[in-house]
C-alpha cells in the first residue's frame, strides 16, 4: 500500500517558479517509480516528468524545454517537482503518482496510487 500527499501549489506570477512536494508513504520503495501528471481543466491528465526510486533516473513530458525537474529523496522519501518560468499554460491540478513498471511511464494507466492533487495557477 501506497499512500502519497502533494503540497507546494499555489499562485504563481507568470515567469515564476515553484516547487511541489510528494511525500510517500510506502513498505517497499526498491521497485517504484515516482511520477508528476497534471490536469488542466476541461483537460486529460498528462503526463509531465517522472523519477525511479533506486537509481534516480529521469523522464520528461515533450515540449518543457528544460523548465522543469523531478527528484527525489530517498531518505525523506519525498519527490519534488521544480518547475521554473513558469506560464498560463502550466495552470494545472498536479498529481503524484506511482508505479512498480517501467514501462509506458508516461501512461496514467500504469498508475496504481495518487495522491489529492495540488492546484497551480500561473497569473498573467
Known amino acids: 500500500q501506497v499512500h502519497l500527499a502533494e503540497s507546494g501549489g499555489g499562485l504563481v506570477d507568470l515567469g515564476g517558479s515553484r516547487r511541489l512536494s510528494c511525500a510517500v508513504s510506502?513498505?517497499?520503495?526498491?521497485?517504484?517509480?515516482m511520477a508528476w501528471f497534471r490536469q488542466a481543466q476541461a483537460k486529460e491528465r498528462e503526463f509531465v516528468a517522472s523519477?525511479?526510486?533506486?537509481?534516480?533516473?529521469?523522464y520528461y513530458a515533450d515540449g518543457l524545454n528544460g523548465r522543469f525537474t523531478v527528484s527525489r529523496d530517498n531518505v525523506a522519501n519525498m519527490v519534488y517537482l521544480q518547475m521554473n518560468n513558469l506560464t498560463p499554460e502550466d495552470t494545472a491540478v498536479y498529481y503524484c503518482?506511482?508505479?512498480?513498471?517501467?514501462?509506458?511511464?508516461?501512461?496514467?494507466?500504469?498508475?496504481?496510487?495518487w495522491g489529492k492533487g495540488t492546484q497551480v495557477i500561473v497569473s498573467s
Open positions: 503518482g506511482v508505479t512498480d513498471s517501467r514501462s509506458y511511464y508516461y501512461d496514467q494507466a500504469q498508475y496504481t496510487s
Open positions: 510506502a513498505s517497499s520503495f526498491r521497485s517504484l517509480m
Open positions: 523519477v525511479i526510486w533506486s537509481n534516480g533516473r529521469t
